[in-house]
């Protein structure tokens, strides 16, 4: 018997759509408010100050007023001392009931003539010192304020499909083709 058998397999057909996700992310809105510090110095640089007026006056470096003055006096202090001796002379002169020589004697004190020696530091004082200047610092802070508005990400998204059909559907077909009869002998 002679059959001749024809099969069709079936096929599926697969369409997909792979998933998609677009994200557009805005910045979000920053507001910066700043206020910068303020500083004030005021300042007086330092200053030395040396007085060294009474070291150069005992120095002998005086100023015109304080010579003049010193030199009055001492031109005074002279005259009274000269006065003093003028008179005493006289005195001894005058006296002549004492029957002293008193002449030659007055005559070797007015050439003889003291000299004192002496050793001495100078300045015997210390200079004045003082220092004047100053430094103010006023300072006031600063501020920043920092408003920060977030903005939301916009996110679509479209999922995957997979969508699966018959192409082909399968088949079999089965045909009597009848007796063969070379396959009977």
């Given amino acids: 018997m002679d059959i001749a058998i024809h099969q069709t397999f079936g096929r599926i057909g697969i369409d997909t759509t792979p998933a998609e996700i677009n994200i557009h992310n805005q910045n979000a809105d920053l507001n910066i408010h700043q206020e910068m510090p303020k500083i004030e110095i005021d300042q007086k640089l330092p200053q030395v100050h040396i007085d060294q007026y009474q070291c150069f006056y005992e120095s002998g470096l005086k100023n015109i007023f304080d010579l003049i003055h010193d030199e009055a006096e001492r031109?005074?202090?002279?005259g009274l001392e000269a006065i003093a001796k003028i008179v005493d002379d006289g005195n001894a002169l005058a006296s002549i009931e004492n029957h002293q020589n008193v002449i030659p004697q007055l005559a070797q004190e007015a050439g003889v003539e003291d000299i004192d020696f002496n050793v001495d530091l100078m300045p015997k004082s210390r200079p004045k010192i003082w220092f004047?200047?100053?430094l103010n610092i006023n300072w006031q802070k600063g501020n920043?304020?920092?408003n920060v508005k977030p903005q939301k990400p916009e996110i679509e998204a479209t999922r995957a499909?997979?969508?699966i059909y018959m192409l082909q559907h399968p088949s079999i077909k089965i045909d009597y083709l009848g007796q063969n009869v070379d396959t009977l002998i």
């Avoid at 031109?75 to 002279?78: A, C, K, R, T």
């Fill in 75 to 78: 031109s005074y202090q002279v």
């Fill in 132 to 134: 004047d200047g100053y």
């Fill in 144 to 146: 920043v304020s920092v």
């Fill in 161 to 163: 499909n997979v969508s």
